[in-house]
């Protein structure tokens, strides 16, 4: 509980959320919190349960873990065996350090099985005013419930399974506003290119990001899922935004969301997170999301952003050397010349999937546009649900049949090609356009382009086999 | 853990700025459940050509690169995936510091658990240091953690920030887990303080 002179000043709920959570504060010491929800996956944890094996320890609280099988794991027919050695190792481990120490884990055939940052608010695992961690940077996925939401290292994922705690030091609050009305065509990930584009991958290190504003007030759950997920590629350690009568709607009666009398005491305690008037921020940005395109990334980083129908930036027009030389070295591993558009660019694969957008929103605006066209034969279109309850939903809605029918892939539920460790990859030099959230060197698969964009501009791409304005094709 | 102490050392210098972990170790590599062997995958992408071959025009394919227990690294250094496999790529590559003037947030954290120190410092220092290092490539640098100082190769000695809680942890070998069950009636309080969240194997 806050203690009174706390409570006396206005709160960010970045601030609240943190107080409620402070196991203990000693002077020159980082703070121990405690950790709501932590979220386990095959490739960060072997190591941690090494060392719990090794010292001795139990997991404290199993309770409040969950696990499941998704970076490593192949995306085709789950019947078949996975012929890679060492994920099959990895995965293996992951199902017996869960079962020696009491962890619940979706593994690779159960039927809730997916990504990690899909299943948890998918099952109600993820609540508003939790902390929530997991050893992978796009855990801030879950701050849209207007949690606290950290990825962390190894060594602190053993840490909590351990513990049940963190050591972290407070962070800096960070508000980004964004008000007004998205155009048509223009969406949730436009809207955090476009942040990142502007403030730099750099731009929120040390800092929890709150996203507030008309406009992502007027955002789904999913939608507000995809502007957190991206949080991390600003730098920052965190992004949340605070909840609403849409997330008590999509929480209500998911499989692990408080029941009956308990639910009505959780939201009445939820109401109290959102930031209280006349709080202050550490940093503040503003949005104007009605002057907003369709965004698409032409570089090696997130924060190479452009307007899809804009000209890719000019290295000489750079006056810091390195800034310069980082850009031509871009642009070089891109194999793209400065100052044209990439609109109209040839694209090998178009992958649609990811913690960002593999969700059935994401789906249904894909095949809303692909319906009754058909996939250029010069494109690889994958299509990967985040998670085998999405996969079975999209089905329930035809939307397989409709992604078959244009000539997709429609796989199993997977990081698949976001992270290219699971036999989803690009060939060297191929060109993507991608509706997940990294497009370093080789992110894709040794030697690949990518271009991060949104579900629409992708299933635009996929039917052109250029990179393409979705506005162009809407009606 | 391993306690640090003063060394002087060579300074392997990549002018890039935003060097994410993908880079540092792809993720192909990930797949691992050990810690250890993740050294001769340092860098593998620049590091090596198409059939595996040592790329020569690369730093650590080159004396200075492979001399050195120095990173110099341009802005942002360690950005983007939250792997662990980075600060143990490096160190088992024989590295014990990256200097940049600025750490992505939770790589710095990761290199404080795993003795490598991020030392940052200002851009005149870093543009100098990497001037330095074209003309001299076998410069040194010394690291003082202790007095929390590099000393550049013309003797002129810079202060680098630490969290005093790290530095400790790092001079005494001190184990941070250690440090946080020794806090366990804390943690029972906090518990018995508050209402179950969420139960995962309800
Ligand atoms: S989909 Fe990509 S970014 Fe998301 S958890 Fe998987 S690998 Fe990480």
Same mark, same amino acid.
């Given at each position: 509980?806050?203690?009174?002179?706390?409570?006396?000043?206005?709160?960010?709920?970045?601030?609240?959320?943190?107080?409620?959570?402070?196991?203990?504060?000693?002077?020159?010491?980082?703070?121990?919190?405690?950790?709501?929800?932590?979220?386990?996956?095959?490739?960060?944890?072997?190591?941690?349960?090494?060392?719990?094996?090794?010292?001795?320890?139990?997991?404290?609280?199993?309770?409040?873990?969950?696990?499941?099988?998704?970076?490593?794991?192949?995306?085709?027919?789950?019947?078949?065996?996975?012929?890679?050695?060492?994920?099959?190792?990895?995965?293996?481990?992951?199902?017996?350090?869960?079962?020696?120490?009491?962890?619940?884990?979706?593994?690779?055939?159960?039927?809730?099985?997916?990504?990690?940052?899909?299943?948890?608010?998918?099952?109600?695992?993820?609540?508003?005013?939790?902390?929530?961690?997991?050893?992978?940077?796009?855990?801030?996925?879950?701050?849209?419930?207007?949690?606290?939401?950290?990825?962390?290292?190894?060594?602190?994922?053993?840490?909590?399974?351990?513990?049940?705690?963190?050591?972290?030091? +407070?962070?800096?609050?960070?508000?980004?506003?964004? %008000? $007004?009305?998205? =155009?048509? &065509?223009?969406? *949730?990930? #436009?809207?955090?290119?476009?942040?990142?584009?502007?403030?730099?991958?750099?731009?929120?290190?040390?800092?929890?990001?709150?996203?507030?504003?008309?406009?992502?007030?007027?955002?789904?759950?999913?939608? +507000?899922?995809?502007?957190?997920?991206?949080?991390? %590629? $600003?730098?920052? =350690?965190? &992004?949340?935004? *605070?909840? #609403?009568?849409?997330?008590?709607?999509?929480?209500?009666?998911?499989?692990?969301?408080?029941?009956?009398?308990?639910?009505?005491?959780?939201?009445?305690?939820?109401?109290?997170?959102?930031?209280?008037?006349?709080?202050?921020?550490?940093?503040?940005?503003?949005?104007?999301?009605?002057?907003?395109?369709?965004?698409?990334?032409?570089?090696?980083?997130?924060?190479?952003?452009?307007?899809?129908?804009?000209?890719?930036?000019?290295?000489?027009?750079?006056?810091?050397?390195?800034?310069?030389?980082?850009?031509?070295?871009?642009?070089?591993?891109?194999?793209?010349?400065?100052?044209?558009?990439?609109?109209?660019?040839?694209?090998?694969?178009?992958?649609?999937?990811?913690?960002?957008?593999?969700?059935?929103?994401?789906?249904?605006?894909?095949?809303?546009?692909?319906?009754?066209?058909?996939?250029?034969?010069?494109?690889?279109?994958?299509?990967?649900?985040?998670?085998?309850?999405?996969?079975?939903?999209?089905?329930?809605?035809?939307?397989?049949?409709?992604?078959?029918?244009?000539?997709?892939?429609?796989?199993?539920?997977?990081?698949?090609?976001?992270?290219?460790?699971?036999?989803?990859?690009?060939?060297?030099?191929?060109?993507?356009?991608?509706?997940?959230?990294?497009?370093?060197?080789?992110?894709?698969?040794?030697?690949?382009?990518?271009?991060?964009?949104?579900?629409?501009?992708?299933?635009?791409?996929?039917?052109?086999?250029?990179?393409?304005?979705?506005?162009?094709?809407?009606? | 853990?391993?306690?640090?102490?003063?060394?002087?050392?060579?300074?392997?210098?990549?002018?890039?700025?935003?060097?994410?972990?993908?880079?540092?170790?792809?993720?192909?590599?990930?797949?691992?459940?050990?810690?250890?062997?993740?050294?001769?995958?340092?860098?593998?992408?620049?590091?090596?050509?198409?059939?595996?071959?040592?790329?020569?025009?690369?730093?650590?394919?080159?004396?200075?690169?492979?001399?050195?227990?120095?990173?110099?690294?341009?802005?942002?250094?360690?950005?983007?995936?939250?792997?662990?496999?980075?600060?143990?790529?490096?160190?088992?590559?024989?590295?014990?510091?990256?200097?940049?003037?600025?750490?992505?947030?939770?790589?710095?954290?990761?290199?404080?658990?795993?003795?490598?120190?991020?030392?940052?410092?200002?851009?005149?220092?870093?543009?100098?240091?990497?001037?330095?290092?074209?003309?001299?490539?076998?410069?040194?640098?010394?690291?003082?953690?202790?007095?929390?100082?590099?000393?550049?190769?013309?003797?002129?000695?810079?202060?680098?920030?630490?969290?005093?809680?790290?530095?400790?942890?790092?001079?005494?070998?001190?184990?941070?887990?250690?440090?946080?069950?020794?806090?366990?009636?804390?943690?029972?309080?906090?518990?018995?303080?508050?209402?179950?969240?969420?139960?995962?194997?309800?």
């Amino acid at each position: 509980m806050a203690s009174p002179h706390i409570a006396a000043r206005p709160r960010t709920i970045i601030e609240k959320v943190w107080d409620n959570h402070i196991v203990s504060e000693r002077p020159g010491a980082p703070a121990l919190i405690y950790i709501d929800l932590h979220l386990v996956h095959e490739v960060t944890s072997p190591q941690a349960f090494a060392g719990l094996r090794e010292r001795g320890l139990k997991v404290r609280r199993p309770d409040l873990t969950i696990a499941t099988t998704d970076h490593s794991i192949p995306t085709h027919d789950r019947n078949l065996p996975i012929v890679d050695t060492i994920a099959a190792v990895q995965i293996e481990q992951l199902q017996k350090n869960c079962a020696d120490f009491g962890i619940p884990l979706f593994g690779p055939h159960s039927d809730k099985q997916g990504i990690v940052h899909v299943i948890g608010p998918e099952q109600g695992f993820t609540q508003p005013g939790m902390t929530v961690v997991c050893g992978d940077s796009h855990t801030a996925t879950h701050g849209a419930f207007g949690a606290l939401a950290f990825g962390i290292g190894t060594s602190q994922v053993e840490h909590v399974l351990a513990s049940g705690c963190l050591l972290q030091a +407070r962070s800096q609050t960070y508000e980004v506003r964004v %008000e $007004g009305a998205l =155009r048509p &065509g223009v969406g *949730a990930k #436009d809207v955090i290119l476009n942040l990142i584009s502007r403030i730099g991958i750099g731009g929120g290190t040390g800092c929890v990001i709150e996203y507030s504003g008309s406009t992502i007030r007027s955002l789904s759950m999913e939608e +507000r899922m995809t502007v957190c997920n991206m949080s991390i %590629e $600003g730098g920052a =350690r965190a &992004g949340l935004i *605070a909840p #609403d009568e849409t997330t008590y709607e999509y929480l209500a009666g998911r499989p692990y969301a408080p029941k009956g009398a308990e639910w009505d005491k959780a939201v009445s305690l939820w109401r109290q997170l959102p930031t209280d008037e006349g709080a202050a921020y550490d940093k503040q940005i503003f949005i104007d999301a009605a002057a907003l395109e369709p965004m698409i990334t032409f570089g090696t980083n997130p924060g190479m952003g452009i307007s899809v129908t804009a000209a890719v930036p000019d290295p000489d027009s750079l006056a810091d050397p390195l800034e310069r030389d980082s850009l031509s070295k871009a642009l070089r591993y891109m194999d793209l010349p400065a100052g044209k558009p990439l609109l109209g660019h040839a694209v090998n694969v178009v992958f649609i999937g990811s913690c960002t957008n593999s969700r059935i929103s994401d789906l249904r605006a894909a095949a809303a546009l692909l319906k009754g066209r058909k996939v250029s034969p010069n494109v690889r279109l994958m299509v990967v649900p985040g998670s085998q309850i999405v996969k079975r939903q999209a089905q329930e809605e035809g939307l397989d049949r409709i992604f078959k029918d244009a000539g997709a892939e429609w796989r199993e539920a997977g990081c698949s090609m976001c992270i290219a460790m699971n036999g989803d990859q690009l060939k060297p030099g191929e060109y993507s356009v991608s509706t997940s959230n990294r497009n370093f060197e080789g992110r894709q698969g040794k030697g690949g382009r990518t271009f991060l964009a949104s579900p629409l501009t992708a299933a635009a791409t996929a039917i052109t086999g250029v990179v393409t304005d979705v506005r162009t094709m809407m009606n | 853990m391993e306690k640090i102490t003063t060394f002087t050392s060579r300074v392997a210098p990549l002018p890039i700025d935003n060097i994410d972990t993908d880079q540092i170790i792809p993720a192909r590599f990930l797949k691992t459940t050990s810690k250890i062997g993740l050294g001769d995958q340092l860098f593998c992408d620049w590091r090596y050509d198409a059939n595996g071959n040592p790329n020569p025009d690369f730093l650590l394919n080159q004396p200075q690169g492979k001399a050195a227990q120095v990173l110099l690294a341009g802005d942002n250094f360690g950005c983007g995936s939250s792997r662990e496999h980075a600060p143990w790529a490096l160190t088992q590559y024989g590295f014990k510091a990256v200097i940049s003037t600025s750490f992505a947030d939770i790589f710095k954290g990761n290199s404080l658990k795993n003795a490598l120190l991020p030392i940052v410092v200002p851009h005149d220092v870093s543009a100098k240091l990497f001037a330095t290092l074209k003309a001299e490539p076998a410069a040194t640098v010394t690291i003082s953690l202790a007095d929390q100082t590099v000393t550049l190769p013309d003797g002129s000695k810079v202060e680098f920030p630490i969290d005093p809680f790290y530095k400790d942890c790092l001079l005494e070998g001190v184990d941070e887990l250690g440090y946080i069950l020794k806090q366990e009636p804390a943690i029972a309080a906090y518990e018995a303080s508050r209402p179950l969240t969420v139960n995962t194997l309800a």
